[in-house]
């Protein structure tokens, strides 16, 4: 990468100012005090380093401290210039050249990471519970999970995607119960859900089970709904909704490598046996009949009950089992999403983790806030226990493309507000629409470069400007200084190219996903200012030869990128 390239010129430079003793009295340099940016002015240069930090040792002023390493630099064969504390670089050509011929070798390892210290990482996300089709908020994690999990195993990582299933706790039962009514209903009984708030709190009165009451009822004709175990109905509604949440996952391009059952987790006798550890160890205590785990030992604001008085676990309980079996199953790194409601949660899993002797510090949480669905400027309102818009009806509604990319192009840690009529747009407001059209002009560039084309006058085709056979041996062998023709009018869209490894490396370790969004929106917005000003196919064939590869290398990196964010990359539109 350029930027960490340059940064470590500035940093070699420092080390010899000092020893040429230039830099007043400071006599030692500390490697990773310094950062390099763009210049506010791009009359200055490509990047740009402030050195004023190096003046509290130096003892002298920071244009003196610039001007002292930018000689060093000069000598060094770069082109610098000094603004008061300030390092300017200008690229040279033929480096910007480079970066054409490196996409065109690397094609779609374009971006990967290198020498990363690679880990086995467990993301968990989504895991909602199977009583009812996902919402809007769920969409999210969905979206911004997988990306996620794509964007780190281009980084380099092995990532295992899992998704928890919570189908122990009472509402299973309460699915069962709302079936049972349902049913009943379609038998044609006089009975309907509770109209007191706190009992309707019980059921799930949502319209999504009318089709699974009828379904079962094709199923089991004769079957006694009066006299019947619920338990059955629970287990039949439960198998329904994790099909229609499986279904619907797949078709949203979100794929998990396993779905872990809580139920099970209790069943194989986890839960019980990590309650015994940290009774054993003196962690437990008893209080008004409940027991608690001492968790403000490591650091949680209060100690929490994994036992209640009538002898149930709570949530916790399990999440301790699971989150230890995460660990057991030899993986480095976990990695949760969770809604910003549970923030006070982590500190109690993670005192849970340490008490058992696991390092809390390698469970990652990133807390995310949800999405405020607009149609037609007003929200729209979410629940199981009402009608509700869902993440399958906002899909049929925008498409799988729109609702992926909305849902990821913000930070997660950010309440988005999702404008289905702007996501239904095909115009440049909308910025899904925007990346695909400039992959969509850049593919039918390089479609034009070898198409014959009618003359309107004569009515005979006219010679593509170059075959199929030679724009293929330009791109896999294509010679750098070839692009020296084309970067005089490109430069700002070489360099947006090259800024995708340090994009992709930055949004890696920082767990991000927005970044990708906001970059390949940059770079379609230098393609599209680019290809306006410049002719791509022209009669200068050395000239569009050059071109032309840079157009490449536009389609492999906004194709790498897009691939990340699990985006379809049109070639027409």
Not at 164 to 170: L, Q, R, T, V
Not at 226 to 232: A, G, T, W, Y
Not at 255 to 283: A, I, P, Q, T
């Amino acid at each position: 990468m350029l930027k960490d390239f340059f940064l470590n010129e500035v940093e070699t430079a420092i080390n010899a100012s000092i020893t040429a003793k230039k830099l007043g009295q400071m006599n030692e340099y500390l490697s990773g005090n310094l950062i390099i940016e763009k210049p506010k002015n791009p009359e200055f240069g490509d990047f740009a380093v402030n050195v004023s930090s190096l003046a509290r040792s130096a003892k002298i002023a920071p244009p003196m401290i610039a001007s002292a390493i930018a000689d060093q630099l000069s000598k060094n064969g770069y082109d610098v210039s000094v603004v008061g504390g300030f390092i300017n670089f200008k690229i040279s050509d033929s480096l910007l050249a480079s970066t054409i011929e490196e996409i065109l070798n690397k094609k779609e390892k374009y971006g990967r990471g290198e020498n990363i210290n690679k880990e086995k990482i467990l993301l968990e996300y989504v895991s909602a519970n199977p009583t009812g089709p996902f919402h809007i908020g769920h969409g999210r994690w969905a979206a911004m999970g997988s990306a996620l999990a794509n964007l780190l195993k281009f980084y380099g990582h092995d990532v295992y995607q899992e998704f928890y299933i919570n189908d122990a706790g009472s509402q299973i039962l309460k699915l069962g119960n709302s079936l049972k009514i349902r049913i009943q209903q379609e038998l044609g009984k006089n009975v309907d859900f509770p109209t007191d708030e706190i009992e309707r709190k019980n059921f799930y009165p949502g319209e999504y089970l009318i089709p699974v009451a009828k379904k079962f009822l094709e199923e089991n004709p004769n079957f006694d709904i009066d006299n019947c175990e619920v338990s059955i109905l629970c287990d039949y509604a439960k198998a329904e909704m994790e099909a229609c949440q499986r279904k619907l996952l797949e078709n949203f391009r979100v794929h998990f490598d396993k779905f872990y059952s809580e139920l099970d987790l209790h069943k194989s006798g986890k839960v019980e046996n990590r309650y015994k550890e940290l009774k054993e160890k003196g962690f437990l205590y008893e209080q008004d009949g409940a027991i608690w785990f001492k968790s403000t030992q490591y650091g949680d604001d209060q100690d929490r009950v994994i036992k209640k008085a009538d002898g149930s676990n709570t949530y916790l309980t399990a999440d301790i089992a699971y989150h230890a079996d995460k660990f057991d199953r030899g993986f480095d790194r976990l990695i949760d999403i969770w809604g910003a409601d549970h923030h006070g949660y982590i500190a109690r899993v993670k005192a849970s983790l340490q008490a058992l002797g696991y390092d809390p510090n390698r469970l990652e949480v990133l807390l995310g806030q949800l999405v405020n669905l607009l149609v037609d400027g007003n929200e729209v309102r979410m629940g199981k226990r009402k009608n509700m818009v869902t993440l399958d009806d906002l899909i049929d509604e925008v498409g799988v493309d729109a609702t992926r990319y909305w849902m990821e192009m913000r930070n997660i840690d950010t309440t988005l507000d999702f404008d289905i009529e702007l996501a239904k747009r095909s115009t440049d407001e909308n910025p899904v629409f925007y990346v695909q059209y400039a992959y969509a002009r850049v593919c039918s560039i390089l479609r034009n470069a070898v198409s014959e084309k009618l003359n309107p006058d004569s009515g005979d085709k006219a010679p593509a400007p170059i075959t199929q056979a030679e724009l293929d041996n330009l791109l896999n062998n294509f010679n750098k200084d070839m692009a020296l023709k084309t970067i005089p009018t490109a430069r700002a869209l070489v360099l947006k190219l090259e800024e995708f490894k340090s994009v992709i490396a930055l949004s890696a370790q920082n767990r991000t996903v927005y970044t990708i969004c906001r970059y390949v929106q940059e770079l379609a917005q230098e393609f599209h200012s680019f290809y306006n000003s410049n002719r791509v196919i022209s009669d200068d064939v050395e000239l569009m030869k050059s071109r032309l590869a840079l157009i490449a290398a536009i389609k492999i990196t906004l194709k790498n990128a897009l691939d990340i964010l699990a985006v379809s990359a049109p070639e027409k539109m």
